[in-house]
Each structure stands twice: as structure tokens, then as C-alpha cells.
């Protein structure tokens, strides 16, 4: 017979926004199941850019979603709601959440769940959704990313960055990323992209160079001050696909005529604010498309370093340096 869930559950407090000091260890109650979601026990959650930003004020949750900090969880399922006829108690579940992973539990709608691929360990199926989900959505369903097409993605050996990669070579796309360092830069190459290293080599000459008219996507995340180059380096008909700006968001004295005379499409999204059924969506593609050749081998998240959920100040100052390759991930 199982055992009754606790009432509270331990989480990260934020009771003001501010530096990684200002996350604390808490004891709140524990979050039910509304109709279509699932209770999960959390056994790793990912550690995301935007957790960064909401721990700074910068980037409140959408209304009606958890307020503790936490895009992604892996665990078992503990509890459903009374709509919820795809996951059963005791399955193992990975979870694009609306907020609240950096808990011992968290309330999902179910159809942003995904099971743990085959094989795989609560930190590895913690480390796929965010970057998962945003990765599929910005490169294919946005950016129209086709085999024959090649790519340049900023901030190579990030989470996102590295999983960019992963899809754009599983499916025979040519693909260039920059990072800031050679060791990074080595990671890049045995993922089977061409590495550029921005200290020391300007990407645009690179890249014009080695294709004979640019590239067809660029997938950026550090903003203003790649723009005129992002545009640059593109292809008639290229796709400039924003996902973030780490370096700022306001492009002053840009050129825009590149994008007239290559007629180039500039755009983006965020992942956060979008609804329950475009989230379903996405996670119907990864299971159909990505999940089996996860399965298969064909790559893997590769993870930097794993926290315990108490030292969640210690996992941001890592992000916050810059320094690390791949995935962070807190562990309960």
C-alpha cells in the first residue's frame, strides 16, 4: 500500500529577487494536481537561462504558473488529476514545467510530460526538456531547418547550443557554431559542427569562406550585438531565429537593408508564455521524432555538473560564469 504524500515539501524560496545568495532552502506546502496535470516526485530538475532571470526580477512567471523557480523536472508520477488517461502512478516522466521544479514536488499538465527515454537516469531525462522543447520549436517549426540547409548557432556548448547541434547533424544539415574557447571549441568539433572561436576569428569571414552564399538559419541568443552580422552572414531567404539577448535586446545604427535585398525573415519566440495545446504539440514531435534516436544512441544531453537541490546558489553562479559545457542539474 502506498504511502500518503506528505502535506509540504522542501523547495528553493526566493523571497526577494537578487544574486544566487538570495535563494534559500523552504518548506511550503505541497502543490495539488489540478484536472489535467500530473504530480510529480522530482528527482533532478534542470538548471536554464531563464531561471537566472527570474531569480533576478527580470522575467516573472506567467499568470497562474508556480512562482518557485524551475522549468524542468524528471520523477515519478505520484498523483493525476481526474481528466489526466496518459500516465500512471509510479511512471517515470520528464516534464516541461510552467514553473515550480526546483521543489520535491511539481504540478504538471500531463501533455507536457515525456517518459524517460529507454536507459536513461533521472539527471539525463531531467537535462531534455527546455532545451528540447525550445530547440525543436525555434529550429524546425520556426526556422524551417532542412537537411539541406546548413546552420550557425551562437553559444555552441550551452545546453541549447549543444542540442541544436545534435539535431541539425542527426539530419545532415551543415553546421557552424561560435564559442569562447578552444576547449569549447573541441566539444563543437567531435559533435561534428565546425567550430569558431569569437576571441579570436569574426564568424562572418569564416563562413562566407567555407559556403558560397551563407547560411540558410542562424540560431542566436546573444542579441544586439550579433545582429548586423547575423544579417550578414545569412543567405537570400535565411531566417535569423532570436531566442534570447545574454548581451542586450536594442540594435542601435543597424543596416536593414540586408534583409530587403536577401529578402531574410527575422524572428523568434519565447517558450515559457505558450499555451498548454502549442507545448502538446511540441512534445507529440519529440516523441515521434526525437525520442528514438535518443533511444538509438544517436546522442545524448551531456550533463556538466550536478547540485544538490540545497546548493541551487552554487549551480547559478556556475551558469552565471559562463564556463560550463552542457547541461547544470540539480539533484533530490
Not at 520523477?75 to 496518459?86: F, K, L, N, Q, Y
Not at 520528464?94 to 500531463?110: D, K, Q
Request: glycine share 8%; net charge neutral; hydrophobic share 45%.
Amino acid at each position: 500500500m502506498n504511502s500518503p504524500l506528505p502535506a509540504t515539501m522542501r523547495f528553493i524560496n526566493l523571497p526577494s529577487p537578487g544574486g544566487p545568495e538570495a535563494m534559500r532552502l523552504g518548506q511550503t506546502n505541497r502543490p495539488e494536481p489540478k484536472s489535467d496535470e500530473v504530480l510529480i516526485r522530482v528527482q533532478a530538475a534542470g538548471v536554464n537561462r531563464p531561471d537566472i532571470q527570474q531569480r533576478k526580477g527580470a522575467y516573472p512567471p506567467p499568470p497562474n504558473a508556480s512562482p518557485i523557480l524551475g522549468l524542468e523536472a524528471a520523477g515519478e508520477v505520484v498523483a493525476r488529476g481526474s481528466a489526466v488517461t496518459m500516465y500512471d502512478l509510479g511512471d517515470r516522466v520528464t516534464a516541461l514545467c510552467n514553473g515550480g521544479a526546483y521543489a520535491e514536488y511539481v504540478a504538471v499538465p500531463a501533455t507536457q510530460c515525456l517518459p524517460w527515454p529507454r536507459g536513461y537516469s533521472a539527471i539525463q531525462a531531467a537535462a531534455l526538456p527546455e532545451t528540447y522543447f525550445t530547440v525543436w520549436a525555434n529550429l524546425f517549426d520556426i526556422g524551417a531547418l532542412q537537411p539541406e540547409d546548413s546552420l550557425l548557432v551562437h553559444g555552441g556548448t550551452s545546453g541549447i547550443g549543444i542540442t541544436a547541434i545534435q539535431f541539425a547533424v542527426a539530419q545532415g544539415s551543415k553546421v557552424f557554431a561560435t564559442a569562447g574557447s578552444d576547449e569549447k571549441c573541441a566539444v563543437i568539433t567531435r559533435l561534428g559542427a565546425t567550430a569558431i572561436n569569437y576571441r579570436t576569428k569574426d564568424f562572418v569571414p569564416v563562413i562566407k569562406e567555407a559556403t558560397a552564399h551563407g547560411v540558410n538559419v542562424v540560431l542566436d541568443m546573444v542579441g544586439a550585438p550579433y545582429t548586423a552580422q547575423n544579417l550578414a552572414v545569412l543567405a537570400p531567404r535565411g531566417r535569423l531565429v532570436q531566442i534570447a539577448f545574454m548581451n542586450g535586446a536594442v540594435a542601435e545604427n543597424l543596416n536593414l537593408l540586408p534583409i530587403m535585398v536577401k529578402r531574410l525573415t527575422v524572428t523568434g519566440s519565447t517558450m515559457r508564455p505558450r499555451t498548454t495545446i502549442e507545448k502538446a504539440a511540441i512534445a507529440h514531435s519529440l516523441l515521434e521524432t526525437i525520442w528514438p534516436q535518443l533511444e538509438a544512441g544517436l546522442y545524448a544531453p551531456i550533463i556538466h555538473a550536478t547540485f544538490p537541490l540545497a546548493e541551487a546558489a552554487a549551480a547559478h553562479t556556475l551558469m552565471e560564469s559562463s564556463t560550463h559545457i552542457g547541461k547544470i542539474i540539480l539533484t533530490l
